[in-house]
């Protein structure tokens, strides 16, 4: 279990890091808490759906509650609230800030956003520099039929055809 305080301790040492702050005040703590909770929320409204568990009434995050993360995510997280953090120090980025917030980033996104699949559709254009056989196949083939099981017959009526791994009903 990730608490709070520890992705808010996590990015305050970085900022001691940057030579932001030396030691952090209670009330700096309360804020940190307050940004990362405001910093989930704008995540998860992104479509980052990190899991994260916001206080029940805004602005009440207690230090010890359970964030709600993996713990691959403190990481990201603590870099992302560092950089996030600045602002209320009124400090600029730094080239090296504004890399720890891609890695961050990065490393959330490629995690949590699944890229589905898809079928180019018969009407698209394959595109230039296809010289080789281009004048006959121009244009991408179109999908399989899918057999509807509830109007077309049944799962049984259909065979493996091997060669291009697809079904075949064998009614036709």
Known sequence: MIRKVDIVNGAFAYLVIWGITSSPTPEDITLGLNVLDDMALQLESEGLLTGY????????SGANDD???DDWMGGAFKK?????MTNHFGIPLTQAMSISYQQGMDALIHALVKVTNAQNPGTLPKGSGNELGYCDNKFYS?????LDTETDGSIDDL????SNNTFINSDC
Do not use: F, R
């Not at 992302?80 to 996030?84: D, G, Q, R, S």
């Not at 065979?159 to 091997?162: F, I, S």
């Open 159 to 162: 065979t493996l055809d091997n």
């Open 53 to 60: 568990k916001p206080p029940t009434e805004y602005g009440n």
């Open 142 to 146: 179109e999908p399989a039929d899918t």
């Open 80 to 84: 992302i609230l560092a950089v996030e």
């Open 67 to 69: 964030s709600g993360l």
